[in-house]
């Protein structure tokens, strides 16, 4: 049984902001995480390499991106050393001031004025800079948002992106003084979502979790925490468990422990812990609960004849439609058809007879357009994933069942793959590509929407009568059991939330005191 200062159970945005400030402040810090680690090569070169991209152990698949299916939404994230970083779209907006003042944790803080500091440093650490160059289908929207008068609402990304001064060439670290890794500019080849093969993209393997590296924090990839007890004399126990062969599990102790898996991997170890006598039964009665997504709606716009949307990040542009919603292209390199094997035609609608009418009905007005979406040579090159989201909220909570994390509808309305305005967007887009509009299957068949971005589960309170941890990311009645990650979130931000992520995190560790 190893002893560590602090363990952090999970590397994405908000693991490796941890490891790097804990380690900073003089802590012996063990960051686990359940999945490998990447070498650039490592990465698959399309989606159809299922062995390289996607995350299913079970199933031989060791990759970085995961699908998991619940009743009511199907959440898309990352799994490796860097967490969501490797295989998010690198975008890292400001969230609007209304998410600062809505949900459990308005009026805890001030929060739009405390984290704004937080967001320049994580602005900062992450290389966030104006996306340079616009590919067709950003110049698509831009052609809309002039039509609407809405051109001042129009605008390239922020993104975590070097690009250097020539794509593809590797020079010595440009962001932290000769401190971190050599790195290469981006090559516009439109795989940010597949993971980076060429260095470009600034994964967090590559800032926060390579510098606390440099300064002594351990990193146990490829291994579970699956259990978190007090132990008698303060601090916690962390049992961990091999995800690939058989090995026994490992016993750590630590003074401090937090909680950076992610909203799925949070909630699963909290809900687990708290039915264990033995772990945390004292937790709030809201663990699991509010549970949010952006309000996503995800639909494919693919075009006829021989198109190519692959060239630039996967994110270019942007447009607020109105004060609520937002709307982006998205895009992954040439030959990433797997998604082409999921997909129907659009179906808009509340009730599965509806929707299998409006398909049918899609397909019967359009057959041309039909055909050629589902001929066409490659899918990726010729199809733009559009990404509407909004900041209205609705939530839903999470709870074990037999098989694990399930899901059910908590307060107002359960999220919905039926958004009008996301349809009519997705229309016009269509129209000026001469394309058929798609999207997943269960969508068309479940009506369950699609997120990238699932938030909540331990929310801030004021006590455990109303959220799970304090404005300082402490959980309620267990002193120095932190939750840093997307469960932290209290409110619907209607962006990417990553940089969110990063900013709180920062903000909740500058209020753990250095170690004596």
């Not at 996967?314 to 609520?324: K, Q, Y």
């Amino acid at each position: 049984m190893e002893r560590f200062d602090a363990i952090v159970v999970g590397s994405g945005f908000g693991g490796s902001v941890s490891a790097l400030r804990l380690s900073e402040k003089g802590y012996r810090v063990l960051v686990v995480e359940q999945g490998r680690r990447f070498r650039p090569e490592d990465f698959p070169k399309t989606n159809w390499d299922l062995r390289r991209f996607m995350w299913n152990p079970r199933l031989g698949m060791r990759g970085p991106f995961r699908m998991t299916f619940l009743p009511h939404v199907t959440v898309l994230s990352g799994v490796g050393v860097g967490g969501g970083s490797l295989v998010y779209a690198n975008t890292l907006p400001v969230p609007k001031t209304a998410f600062f003042e809505q949900g459990s944790w308005a009026g805890v803080r001030d929060w739009q004025q405390e984290l704004a500091p937080h967001y320049a440093t994580a602005k900062r650490m992450l290389g966030a800079v104006r996306n340079p160059h616009l590919g067709t289908t950003d110049q698509v929207l831009r052609a809309i948002a002039e039509e609407d008068g809405r051109l001042d609402d129009f605008s390239p990304t922020d993104v975590a992106v070097y690009f250097g001064e020539r794509a593809g060439q590797e020079v010595e670290d440009p962001f932290f003084e000769g401190k971190g890794p050599r790195r290469t500019g981006c090559n516009l080849c439109g795989g940010c979502m597949l993971g980076c093969r060429h260095g470009a993209k600034n994964t967090l393997d590559k800032n926060y979790l390579y510098l606390a590296e440099q300064l002594g924090t351990v990193v146990l990839p490829e291994t579970k925490v699956v259990a978190l007890r007090p132990e008698p004399g303060g601090g916690y126990r962390v049992v961990a468990r091999p995800t690939r062969g058989r090995g026994g599990d490992a016993v750590f102790v630590a003074d401090k422990v937090v909680l950076a898996g992610g909203v799925l991997g949070t909630s699963e170890l909290l809900l687990s812990m708290k039915a264990d006598r033995d772990g945390l039964p004292e937790l709030s009665d809201h663990v699991g609960r509010h549970v949010r997504t952006n309000s996503e709606s995800i639909v494919g716009v693919t075009a006829s004849g021989d198109a190519d949307f692959t060239k630039g990040v996967a994110i270019g542009s942007i447009l607020h439609t109105d004060d609520h919603s937002h709307l982006e292209p998205v895009r992954y390199p040439p030959g990433s058809g797997l998604f082409r094997t999921m997909i129907l035609p659009h179906a808009p609608g509340r009730t599965l007879p509806s929707r299998l009418a409006a398909s049918l009905k899609s397909m019967a007005a359009q057959p041309r357009r039909a055909i050629s979406a589902m001929t066409v040579r490659d899918w990726s090159k010729s199809t733009a994933i559009l990404l509407f989201m909004q900041s209205t909220d609705g939530t839903l909570d999470l709870r074990l069942g037999r098989l694990g994390l399930t899901s059910r509808v908590g307060e107002g309305v359960a999220p919905t793959a039926d958004i009008p305005e996301a349809s009519a967007l997705a229309a016009r887009f269509a129209d000026k590509l001469d394309g058929f509009v798609v999207n997943l299957f269960t969508e068309t068949l479940a009506g369950i929407p699609t997120t990238a971005h699932v938030l909540g589960g331990a929310c801030i309170g004021t006590d455990a009568s109303t959220g799970v941890i304090g404005h300082d990311h402490q959980v309620f009645g267990y002193p120095g059991l932190y939750v840093c990650d997307g469960s932290a979130v209290s409110a619907n931000p209607g962006v990417n939330p990553s940089l969110t992520i990063t900013a709180m995190t920062e903000r909740a560790m500058t209020l753990v005191p250095a170690r004596a």
